[in-house]
């Protein structure tokens, strides 16, 4: 009941699958080793500089309206813009720092694999 043809059809489909397999860890490599370019670094700037400027320009927005309506000894709009300022730095900070460990996790994942 041994049928000669079974070995080699097995053969081809193991062969297949390492293939398949090769080519799909070829693929993770290069998009691992992906540099980004000049205008990916000007958008996280970009990106950067608008999550401090928003908080900002919305405190100073928000400290004009309060002495239009509310005014009194101390200027709500300096106080708001330092406030929204504060904010906007912490939260680009915030930012920075998940950046850079999601890169030294990446770094710590290569070199994980490079022991194998």
């Known amino acids: ?15 297949l699958g390492e293939k398949v397999g090769c080519k799909a860890q ?6 691992r080793h992906n540099t980004p370019g000049v205008w990916f670094g000007l958008g996280m700037m970009g990106l950067i500089g608008w999550s401090v400027v928003i908080p ?3 405190g100073a927005g928000l400290g004009l309206w309060l002495d ?3 005014s009194g000894r101390h ?3 300096l106080a708001l813009l330092m406030a929204g300022l504060v904010l906007g730095c912490f939260n680009a900070w915030q930012w920075i ?5 999601a890169i030294q996790t990446e770094e710590q994942d290569k070199g994980d ?4």
């Open 56 to 58: 900002t320009l919305l």
């Open 68 to 70: 239009r309506h509310y």
């Open 1 to 15: 009941m041994n049928n000669p043809k079974t070995p080699k059809i097995l053969k081809k489909t193991v062969s």
């Open 113 to 116: 694999e490079n022991d194998d």
């Open 75 to 77: 200027s709500w709009t």
């Open 26 to 31: 070829r693929k993770i490599k290069a998009q």
């Open 97 to 101: 720092a998940k950046e850079h460990q």
